[in-house]
Structure formats: C-alpha cells, structure tokens
Nanobody
C-alpha cells in the first residue's frame, strides 16, 4: 500500500550530523504516522522517533535533544536530523509508516534501511 525509500545515511565522526530522508509513495493518504527505527548488530530494533501527520512527535530518551523528526506533507517525506552523533548511534535506520485503510485494517510499512556509522 505504501512504499518507503530512505536516503542520507553514511559515515560521520562523533559529534557530527546527518539528515535522513524518507519518501513515501503509494496510498499516502492512508498514512497516519511515520517514524524511524534503528537496529544495531546484536541488538533489538528500537524506536527512535515518530511523527503524526499533524506534527506531534515522540522520541526515544537516548536521542532527545540531539535528534529532530519533521515532516513535509506536500512532499510526502519525513526527515530525521541527527546532531551530536555518538558511536552508539551506529545502526541501520529504517523508515516506518503506519496507517489505516478504508476497510479499517491497520498497516505498517518499512523501508529498506540506510546505514549510519559514527566512528572516528
């Protein structure tokens, strides 16, 4: 129903910044919220940040004050601005979109992931 494509990952030094982008296509009008998850090697996938279509946000405690999620509804895109990056932020970051179809069935779509590596 919804396809997601992430971009913006890469290698950055500790203290540096990256901005991730996630573009949604398909049945975009069904989307109620979007967010970012991350998964480090040997670790469980964890929620990083979420945002609703109206702009309400939630953040994991580990990234509060450093990361900012935002959306551009006109472009069907969500962003994750990551500042003051730490080595422990190293992970594959996945874009996520949740919504509800006209049938009232809920859905959640995932992007392919983009690698973020924080290392000196």
């Amino acid at each position: 129903q919804v396809q997601l494509v992430e971009s913006g990952g890469g290698l950055v030094q500790p203290g540096g910044s990256l901005r991730l982008s996630c573009a949604a296509s398909g049945n975009i009008f069904s989307i109620l919220d979007m967010g970012w998850y991350r998964q480090a090697p040997g670790k469980q996938r964890e929620l990083v940040a979420t945002i609703t279509r109206g702009g309400s946000t939630n953040y994991a405690d580990s990234v509060k004050g450093r990361f900012a999620i935002s959306n551009d509804n006109a472009k069907n895109t969500v962003y994750l601005q990551m500042n003051s990056l730490k080595p422990e932020d190293t992970a594959v970051y996945y874009c996520n979109a949740g919504g509800r179809l006209r049938s009232l069935q809920s859905f959640r779509s995932w992007g392919q992931g983009t690698q973020v590596t924080v290392s000196s």
